[in-house]
């Protein structure tokens, strides 16, 4: 199922949208109602509460930075305000010189996930949908740290919609292009940790909640964007998350 989020009668449900008509799920995926398209109108796609992100999560991306093979998933953060959706504008702020990139697979938490197997973490899994990690990279450099770099309103476009029923995403391909041109190409058989084992690993740190999204680490390939670009990320099976990019 994919799913995206609409208003039908004032109220926010998920829903997949077929045809003229328009499927309406709870959390749980469980039929509600079928209503007609016309009646129902687009909602953001997500609210996170969190946004959990990985670092250093592609073997290929660590050979790319001459870096070191993390020991465990390095977890860094970037706020619900960071959130925007396909199609909306990733606005580069006037604080940064370089911003970058990084087309990542985004894991959608459904039920409330704490001290989670890895074995039983894709029962806790609402769904997959593209995600693009963008980072003030001058400032990541600067800092030392991620929170600023990456944590500027619209650094988080996620979408276009939330694909139910495609998992543990063992070797899909992922891309990223910039204005037609591709930038990015890996697979995610390439990760140094999968992403459910990344979902159990979070879950012993720190309780997730249905809504809260985990970024998984992005392939080699990273570079900067510019005023004017079109920046569009494709996980296979889950479509192609496009945002403009404005100064």
Same mark, same amino acid.
């Given at each position: 199922m994919f799913m995206t @989020? *609409?208003?039908?009668?004032?109220?926010a449900y998920w829903a997949e949208c077929r045809?003229?008509?328009?499927?309406?799920?709870?959390?749980?995926?469980?039929?509600?109602? @079928? *209503?007609?398209r016309q009646d129902v109108f687009a909602r953001p796609l997500l609210h996170p509460g969190k946004v959990v992100c990985v670092g250093l999560n592609y073997y290929a991306h660590a050979r790319e930075m001459d870096m070191a093979l993390p020991e465990e998933p390095l977890l860094f953060f970037k706020p619900g305000s960071a959130v925007i959706d396909h199609g909306q504008p990733i606005r580069l702020p006037a604080?940064?010189?370089?911003v970058h990139y990084e087309g990542e697979l985004a894991v959608v938490i459904g039920r409330l996930c704490r001290n989670v197997p890895e074995a039983q973490a894709g029962g806790y899994v609402l769904g997959y949908t593209c995600a693009n990690d963008v980072t003030a990279r001058d400032?990541?450099?600067?800092?030392g740290l991620y929170a600023r770099a990456k944590g500027f309103d619209t650094f988080c476009p996620l979408g276009p919609g939330i694909e139910t029923d495609i998992e543990p995403f063992a070797d899909a391909a992922i891309r990223t292009t910039v204005n037609g041109g591709e930038v990015q190409s890996?697979?995610?058989?390439?990760?140094?940790?999968?992403?459910?084992?990344?979902?159990s690993f979070i879950s012993r740190v720190m309780t997730l909640h249905p809504g809260d999204v985990v970024l998984t680490g992005t392939p080699p390939g990273v570079g900067r964007i510019q005023p004017g670009d079109r920046v569009c990320v494709e996980v296979e099976g889950l479509g192609s998350l496009c945002n403009p990019v404005l100064g």
């Open positions: @989020r *609409v208003d039908y009668q004032g109220r045809d003229d008509q328009a499927v309406l799920v709870d959390w749980n995926l469980k039929e509600l109602a @079928r *209503v007609s604080h940064s010189a370089e400032l990541q450099r600067k800092d890996g697979r995610t058989s390439d990760m140094i940790v999968s992403p459910l084992a990344l979902v």
